[in-house]
Nanobody, 127 residues
Framework: QVQLVESGGGLVQAGGSLRLSCAASGRTFSSYTMGWFRQAPGKEREFVAT????????YYKDSVKGRFTISRDNAKNTVYLQIASLQPEDTAVYYC????????????????????WGQGTQVTVSS
């Protein structure tokens, strides 16, 4: 089992940037494929980005490519989401998630593909 705690959210003006962090504790972090999701008020939780166990492979939602960068530091048990050029439509609660299934190059974009979730961090972008 793994516990996940997100941080780094906040209120930012459009065009600004943020780096979200997700710290993991428990079972070996490098065993997990990691993902970032977000949920805006009144909307379903949606996939944003995922990274394989070793960090060798990443995959993004089409609409965030070029602005969002997922990375991980297995020595620090942390996954990051760097967000550039923030837009009001990026306003949401951002969640990280962990998936034990799959191999070293496995990535996962489905909500139901993840076993463990953090509590989320709020990102609010003002226009």
């Amino acid at each position: 089992q793994v516990q996940l705690v997100e941080s780094g959210g906040g209120l930012v003006q459009a065009g600004g940037s943020l780096r979200l962090s997700c710290a993991a504790s428990g079972r070996t972090f490098s065993s997990y494929t990691m993902g970032w999701f977000r949920q805006a008020p009144g909307k379903e939780r949606e996939f944003v980005a995922t990274i394989s166990r070793s960090g060798a492979r990443t995959y993004y939602k089409d609409s965030v490519k070029g602005r969002f960068t997922i990375s991980r530091d297995n020595a620090k048990n942390t996954v990051y989401l760097q967000i550039a050029s923030l837009q009001p439509e990026d306003t949401a609660v951002y969640y990280c998630a962990a998936d034990l299934a799959g191999g070293n190059y496995y990535v996962e974009s489905r909500v139901r593909g993840y076993e463990y979730w953090g509590q989320g961090t709020q990102v609010t972008v003002s226009s």
